[in-house]
């Protein structure tokens, strides 16, 4: 149950009911890596959302492959996109499930991915992303949408970035959250 | 697997329409991001609302952000900036309360790293905004400051501050 009721300061409460919205797992960096692996997700929840926060140690894509998937001509991406002076839109293929590009080593990026209805073997799966990077003068803010042409349930999430690591401290936390 | 209380409620306040800010303070470190839900106004129409954290008015935040009014789609920056909008930077919003923002503040307790928030709004009968920002600091967010770019925050403004748990 939302609980934005609620008006005293400082009232505890959850904003959604017990165990409806989980943490499954969550791995942060103790070194540079190049991939982050989530599996044996249990199909117990109606969505899945992954929250990344980190530093890349070049700037590329970061993408997302469902159930060791590499076959590229499954995913497919749109997204539009703000550097701060100019907005632009654009599809990407070729490459696993994309949820942004990073525009700084230095400065941290932040990834909030909706994976819906990832183990309904019914329809293919789409995450959505909400990402950016600043850098106090440069960076990027964008929208992804990304589609894998796959009716398989979700087990498996393998996070990359293309020729580069993520790095140490960079963390990376999967939820699943419940239908009523 | 830890099953319970992973999005949790940590403070709630609502504006009474006499101040120009509201502050969430002393906010626990043992979450891995925060997240702030408002929904509410500035005093004044065609202006935002705003954040500082741990009450830092330096020139310490920067934001990048793209908007869409209906008609046009424009993307803007800020630098070395003392705050960062999170209700309808580029676009403004109506003094009233049907404007929304929900900001997640990204690893907020690590020490190591400077901070960064994503933020999502919506202000009313304007458009629709994302920014991203970066507070250059490694400090632990303890407090949240949100005020009014010009007047009094609108009466019954509500802001809600969530944390979210790690395994």
New interface residues.
């Given amino acids: 149950m939302p609980?934005?009721g609620?008006?005293?300061?400082?009232?505890?409460?959850?904003?959604?009911t017990?165990?409806?919205?989980?943490?499954?797992?969550?791995t942060t960096l103790g070194s540079s890596t190049a991939t982050i692996t989530f599996s044996s997700i249990p199909s117990t929840y109606t969505h899945l959302q992954l929250?990344m926060?980190g530093?890349s140690n070049a700037t590329n894509r970061i993408c997302i492959a469902y159930n060791s998937d590499t076959t590229t001509s499954n995913y497919n991406s749109h997204y539009?996109?703000?550097?701060?002076?100019?907005?632009y839109a654009g599809n990407v293929t070729g490459v696993a499930g994309n949820t942004y590009f990073t525009q700084s080593t230095t400065?941290?990026?932040?990834?909030?991915v909706d994976i819906l209805d990832y183990a309904n073997t019914n329809k293919y799966k789409v995450q959505r992303a909400?990402?950016?990077?600043?850098?106090?003068?440069?960076?990027?803010?964008?929208?992804y949408s990304s589609l894998w042409l796959n009716t398989n349930a979700i087990t498996s999430l393998t996070i990359t970035i293309t020729s580069t690591t993520f790095a140490a401290?960079s963390?990376f936390?999967l939820?699943g959250i419940k239908a009523a | 697997?830890?099953?319970?209380?992973?999005?949790?409620?940590?403070?709630?306040?609502?504006a009474t329409g006499s101040t120009t800010s509201v502050t969430?303070s002393s906010i626990p470190g043992t979450y891995?991001?925060l997240v702030l839900?408002l929904?509410g106004g500035p005093g004044s129409s065609g202006n935002s609302l705003y954040v500082q954290i741990n009450s830092d008015t330096g020139s310490n935040y920067?934001?990048?952000?793209?908007w869409g009014d209906g008609t046009n789609?424009?993307?803007?920056?800020t630098?070395?900036a003392t705050f960062i909008r999170i209700l309808g930077r580029g676009i403004g919003a109506s003094n009233n309360l049907s404007n929304s923002s929900v900001t997640?503040f990204?690893?907020y307790s690590?020490t190591?790293?400077?901070?960064?928030?994503?933020n999502?709004s919506n202000p009313a009968s304007a458009g629709a905004t994302?920014?991203?920002?970066?507070w250059?600091s490694t400090s632990a967010i303890t407090s949240l400051t949100v005020t009014s770019e010009s007047g009094n925050l609108i009466s019954g403004s509500?802001f809600?501050l969530?944390g979210?748990?790690?395994?």
Wanted: proline share 1%; glycine share 8%; aromatic share 6%.
């Fill in positions: 609980i934005l609620i008006i005293a300061s400082g009232i505890s409460g959850n904003l959604f017990q165990g409806a919205f989980d943490s499954i797992a969550t929250r926060y530093v539009i996109e703000g550097n701060g002076s100019t907005d400065q941290p990026f932040s990834s909030i909400l990402s950016g990077n600043d850098a106090n003068g440069s960076g990027t803010i964008s929208m401290n963390s936390a939820y | 697997m830890a099953k319970d209380n992973t999005y949790q409620a940590i403070a709630t306040t609502t969430l891995t991001d839900i929904q920067s934001t990048t952000d793209i789609a424009e993307s803007g920056r630098t070395s997640s990204m690893n690590n190591t790293t400077h901070k960064t928030l994503l999502r994302a920014t991203v920002g970066l250059r509500t809600t969530y979210i748990k790690a395994a």
